[in-house]
């Protein structure tokens, strides 16, 4: 089964709006991270929470963990044109020896 | 800090040759590489770990004769993509995680990518 899934697959919002990015998983986790990647590009780390954290914050970005849910929400503030990319989840699971497992990533297009 | 480099960018070769990509963590030294492909619109898919000093362990359906891994010191891994064929296209990326003395060990830092175009 595969881990770290992700919806919406892709989505698309005027710039000033919130955009939530929601991503499941199926087993324990000792972390979960997010990345963006813009096209064609290397994937940039933007945050990582910890199974004993429930939220965590940087700058715009917003991070939500529901461990009872197996469940993390991604939240960008005020979006710009910029923040397009796609977004992934990606989980450091309990067995794993810290190898991650990425979701299918969602695609984020913020409309001038 | 945690810069990742990967060379070269973009590659194109002829079916049946070999193509070497390097990984390299350049300010930090990692212990333990990573080596994922990806295909175009789709996710990371985790292909191998590459452990300095040992052996590559690969990820189920992997062929490691096909893809030869050689970590040789802290601050580099390189693949091998060996007889490569139009199907092994795809975009190859890497990550390195940091040794636990330097902080920030659950992290993977990660390499700008490989664009492999074999024809």
């Known amino acids: 089964s595969q881990q770290g899934e992700e919806d919406p697959q892709a989505l698309s919002i005027q710039e000033g709006e919130n955009a939530t990015m929601n991503c499941s998983y199926k087993t324990s986790i000792n972390n979960l991270q997010w990345y963006r990647q813009n096209s064609g590009r290397g994937l940039v780390h933007l945050i990582l929470?910890?199974?004993?954290?429930r939220e965590k914050h940087s700058g715009r970005l917003r991070v939500t963990l529901d461990t009872s849910k197996k469940s993390s929400s991604l939240l960008i503030t005020a979006s710009r044109a910029a923040d397009t990319a796609s977004y992934f989840c990606a989980t450091d699971q309990e067995t794993s020896g810290s190898r991650l497992t990425f979701g299918e990533g969602t695609q984020l297009t913020v409309n001038p | 800090g945690a810069v990742v480099s990967q060379h070269p960018s973009r590659v194109i070769c002829k079916s049946g040759t070999s193509v070497k990509i390097e990984c390299r963590s350049l300010?930090?030294?990692?212990?333990?590489m990573f080596w994922y492909r990806q295909f175009p619109k789709k996710s990371l898919m985790l292909m191998a770990t590459s452990n300095e000093g040992s052996k590559a362990t690969y990820e189920q359906g992997v062929e490691k004769d096909k893809f030869l891994i050689n970590h040789a010191s802290l601050t580099l891994s390189t693949l091998t993509v060996t007889s490569a064929h139009p199907e092994d296209s795809s975009f190859y990326i890497c990550?390195?995680?940091?040794?636990?003395?330097?902080?920030?060990?659950?992290?993977?830092?990660f390499g700008p990518g490989t664009r492999l175009t074999v024809l």
């Open positions: 929470i910890r199974s004993n954290e």
């Open positions: 300010d930090f030294q990692a212990t333990t």
């Open positions: 990550s390195a995680r940091a040794l636990p003395a330097q902080g920030r060990y659950n992290e993977q830092f």
